[in-house]
């Protein structure tokens, strides 16, 4: 499956993005979906996760009650609402399809994620 992130911007502090990833494929709707972050000079991490029917979603504590993934498996895109942005919350974004099968965790390791978009900057000026 091939992505392609779009969304991202410069916004001051406490404003909003809505990220999106756009998957192309049949095989979008059997994937975890997930969006990643790696700020300057920081490992890339795990932002939130989404399973394949939608119902199950995973957020990183730093991002809870503030960010929002979705997913449309009939358009094949997955969105990112983010609110109450944060100075650290500036990063590159990637959204990422978990292809394949590793561990018993969910949801999962980044090695574990095969296809990936390209990133979108994220700038939170204070």
């Known amino acids: 499956v091939q992505l392609q992130a779009s969304g991202g911007g410069l916004v001051q502090a406490g404003g909003s993005l809505r990220l999106s990833c756009a998957a192309s494929g049949s095989t979008f709707s059997t994937y975890t979906m997930t969006w990643f972050r790696q700020a300057p000079g920081k490992e890339r991490e795990i932002v939130t996760a989404?399973?394949?029917?939608?119902?199950?979603?995973y957020y990183a504590d730093s991002v809870k009650g503030r960010f929002t993934i979705s997913r449309d498996n009939a358009k094949t895109t997955v969105l990112l609402q983010m609110n109450s942005l944060k100075a650290e919350d500036t990063a590159v974004y990637y959204c990422?399809?978990?292809?394949?099968?590793?561990?018993?965790?969910?949801?999962?390791?980044?090695?574990?994620?095969?296809?990936w978009g390209q990133g979108t900057q994220v700038t939170v000026s204070s």
């Open positions: 989404i399973n394949q029917s939608g119902r199950t979603t």
């Open positions: 990422a399809a978990r292809t394949m099968r590793g561990g018993n965790t969910w949801p999962g390791l980044q090695l574990e994620y095969g296809s």
